[in-house]
C-alpha cells in the first residue's frame, strides 16, 4: 500500500506543471478553474451564458474562452499551456445539440485536448466525486441526475423553459408574475408578489408588467430574478407564494425518484445532493420537497454537495490523464477549493 502511494506521488510530482481547466457553461453564467494534476486549484473565472440556444454558438464559444481567460489570469498561468479541457454544458439534450456543442467547444480553441460532456454530469461529479448518488438541480432550469453502483449516469428533465424546467428559477418567476395578474383579474387570491413587481420594476400600476415581458423583451435570467420576490413573499406568509413554492418542491421529487427507480435506488438510502439558487430559499422549498420524496424513497439522505459542478469538469479533467480522487487529490481540492472566488 505504501509503495502504491509512493507511486502516487511520483507521478503527481512528474506532471505537476500540466494545467488542466474545468468549465460549467450554464444558462446564467460560465464559470471556470484552472489547476495542477494534483488536484491544487489555481484560479477561477467568469463570463456571461455559454447555452447557446439563448446565446448563440459564437457568444457562448466566447463566453468560455473568456472564463478560462479569467482563470489562467488569476492562477497567473498562460492559456496556451492548458493540456486538457472538460466543459459541462446545458441543453446538450439531442444528437443535434451534441453536434453544435462539438463545434461550440472547438471554435473555444482551448487546450490540446477538449472534452464535452453534459453538465449533469459535472454536476454529479462535484457532488459524489464519481460515487453512487443522486443529484438535483434547481438553478434557472431543473435536472437530476444520477451515478448508479455500476457507474451508469442518467438524468432526467432539464428539456428547456418552454416544455418543461419545472422546479427552476425561470418557472418560479413566471408563475409568480401570472399569479398576480390572475389576482388582479380577481381569478385567484391576492398575493404579495404583485406589489414587490410594482416596487421592484417602478410600475404606474401591476398591468405594466406584461410591457416588461413583453416589449422589452424579459430575458430567461430577468425572468428567474423574480423568484427571488416569489421567495420575499413566500417568507413572508404569503399563502399564494409558499403554495407556488410547495409545487416547485414536488416536482423537483418527483425528478430525485425518477431516477433513483431508474437506478434501482429505491429502497438503498440514496444521498440526495441538492443545487442550484433555488434552494437558497431554504425551508420554503425544502420542506414540501423532503415531504413528497418521503412518499416514494422509505430512505433517504439530503447531503451538501462537496464541490460545485465546475469542480466536478476539473476532477473529469483529472480522470482524463488517468488520476483518481485519491486523499491526496481530495485534501488538495478541498484546501485550494476554500480560496476560489467567481
Not at 218 to 244: C, F, N, W, Y
Request: charged share 25%; glycine share 12%; net charge positive.
Amino acid at each position: 500500500m505504501r509503495r502504491r502511494r509512493d507511486q502516487m506521488a511520483q507521478k503527481l510530482n512528474r506532471s505537476a506543471k500540466t494545467m488542466l481547466a474545468g468549465v460549467d457553461g450554464g444558462a446564467t453564467k460560465t464559470v471556470a478553474v484552472v489547476g495542477k494534476t494534483d488536484g491544487t486549484l489555481l484560479g477561477s473565472g467568469r463570463a456571461a451564458s455559454a447555452n447557446y440556444h439563448n446565446a448563440g454558438i459564437s457568444s457562448a464559444a466566447k463566453s468560455i474562452r473568456t472564463a478560462v481567460q479569467m482563470a489562467c489570469r488569476d492562477a497567473g498561468v498562460s492559456i496556451r499551456g492548458l493540456e486538457t479541457v472538460v466543459i459541462g454544458l446545458a441543453a446538450m439534450d439531442s444528437p443535434r445539440d451534441l453536434v453544435a456543442g462539438r463545434r461550440l467547444v472547438d471554435l473555444t480553441g482551448l487546450g490540446k485536448r477538449r472534452v464535452l460532456v453534459h453538465d449533469s454530469v459535472v454536476a454529479l461529479y462535484g457532488a459524489t466525486l464519481g460515487r453512487p448518488g443522486i443529484v438535483v438541480n434547481a438553478g434557472t432550469g431543473s435536472f437530476a441526475a444520477g451515478i448508479g453502483r455500476n457507474g451508469n449516469v442518467i438524468r432526467a428533465g432539464g428539456w428547456g423553459n418552454i416544455i418543461d424546467d419545472e422546479g427552476g428559477a425561470y418557472d418560479i418567476g413566471k408563475l409568480g408574475i401570472r399569479a398576480a395578474l390572475r389576482a388582479f383579474d380577481g381569478r385567484e387570491r391576492k398575493t404579495a408578489i404583485a406589489r414587490l413587481l410594482v416596487r421592484k420594476y417602478k410600475l404606474r400600476a401591476l398591468e405594466d408588467i406584461v410591457h416588461e415581458v413583453y416589449e422589452k423583451p424579459m430575458t430567461v435570467d430577468e425572468i428567474s430574478e423574480i423568484s427571488k420576490l416569489v421567495a420575499q413573499a413566500a417568507h413572508r406568509g404569503d399563502p399564494v407564494a409558499r403554495e407556488l413554492f410547495a409545487h416547485e418542491g414536488k416536482v423537483s421529487a418527483v425528478l430525485v425518484s425518477s431516477i433513483a427507480r431508474r437506478l434501482g435506488m429505491i429502497r438503498s438510502n440514496p444521498n440526495i445532493h441538492c443545487i442550484g439558487g433555488v434552494f437558497n430559499a431554504g425551508t420554503v422549498i425544502t420542506t414540501p420537497f423532503r415531504k413528497a420524496l418521503r412518499e416514494s424513497l422509505p430512505r433517504f439522505r439530503i447531503r451538501r454537495p462537496l464541490f460545485e459542478p465546475v469542480v466536478g469538469a476539473f476532477i473529469l479533467a483529472l480522470r482524463e490523464k488517468g488520476i483518481a480522487t485519491s486523499a491526496l487529490v481530495l485534501r488538495n481540492l478541498q484546501a485550494s477549493y476554500r480560496h476560489l472566488r467567481y
